[in-house]
């Protein structure tokens, strides 16, 4: 119902009185984005996760209708490339599970995974012009495309990684997440780490995907619709060609909380966590592009 709405603002722009003309135009630009949510916390109240900006891009088109000589408003449709660096270091857990038993231990996690998000955006926004400056304001609405990451997890621990004539106590593990297609328990490639823990051995994937320690299908972990507030400047560089700068505050929350897995701890009887925290889209948007 939201992304109807938004799709109805945006056709509602493209049909308003055609007694004035409209402005066609395109635009690409770089996308420095980053996800804004509430951390896990250790023990002594210490953040466990981060979020960095990652690169992006966007490209799409735009549709102008000018009000008066210096009003107007404006409907964008993107391609837009979103997501953050993700990293959660500190106290962690590990299931391991064979035919016959499971065994649950404790210890440090570092997990760094590259997230991109990409979405088909829809700015719709009123502006200002005054010379060779335009502010805009608005709201936007995005449907998620593609939603991958990829990245590494070391999970150190009292454990032996087989051969056993040259044990270790860290555990390496590759990650190629597609959060849209990805099934719980998914190791890919084929390719295993044999891990003993205690007198018990298992088998381990060596790549993982984005629900590899779930017991159970909770969906998706982000949502497929992100909507949220959207303001930028303008300078034109002649009667057609202009630069932009633009910042995306998302207002949904990112991520379902019956799919976002706590890796900090589990529950008093050792099942899986689910975390009931919002996740938000922040991007900073550089552009060039031409109206007609």
Request: hydrophobic residues 35%; glycine residues 10%.
């Amino acid at each position: 119902m939201k992304l109807k709405c938004v799709f109805t603002l945006f056709l509602a722009v493209a049909s308003l009185s055609m007694q004035a003309q409209l402005r066609y135009g395109f635009k690409t630009g770089l996308n420095f984005a980053t996800i804004k949510g509430d951390s896990e916390l250790g023990a002594n109240g210490n953040n466990l996760e981060s979020w960095k900006n990652a690169t992006g891009f966007q490209i799409g088109i735009t549709l102008g209708y000018p009000i008066t000589d210096n009003f107007g408003v404006r409907g964008e449709l993107m391609y837009s490339k979103k997501g953050t660096k993700y990293t959660f270091d500190g106290p962690s857990y590990k299931f391991f599970r064979n035919a016959t038993t499971t065994k649950f231990t404790t210890g440090n996690a570092r997990y760094l995974v590259n997230i991109n998000n990409s979405y088909l955006d829809i700015p719709i926004m009123a502006y200002g012009r005054w010379g060779d400056f335009e502010i805009s304001g608005g709201v936007y609405g995005a449907l998620l495309l593609q939603s991958v990451g990829e990245g590494a997890l070391t999970y150190s621990n009292a454990i032996s990684v087989v051969p056993p004539n040259n044990p270790v106590s860290e555990l390496k593990i590759n990650l190629s997440y597609n959060y849209r297609k990805d099934d719980p328990g998914e190791g890919l490639d084929g390719e295993t780490v044999s891990v003993q823990v205690d007198a018990a051995k298992f088998d381990v994937a060596k790549t993982q995907g984005a629900y590899y320690d779930y017991t159970e299908d909770r969906g998706s972990l982000y949502n497929s619709f992100d909507y949220g507030l959207v303001g930028g400047v303008s300078y034109y560089i002649g009667r057609a060609l202009y630069l932009s700068a633009r910042v995306q505050y998302g207002l949904s929350d990112l991520t379902k909380n019956e799919a976002d897995l706590a890796k900090g701890s589990v529950n008093d009887d050792l099942t899986l966590k689910y975390r009931d925290d919002k996740d938000r889209n922040f991007v900073i948007q550089a552009s060039v592009g031409f109206s007609f």
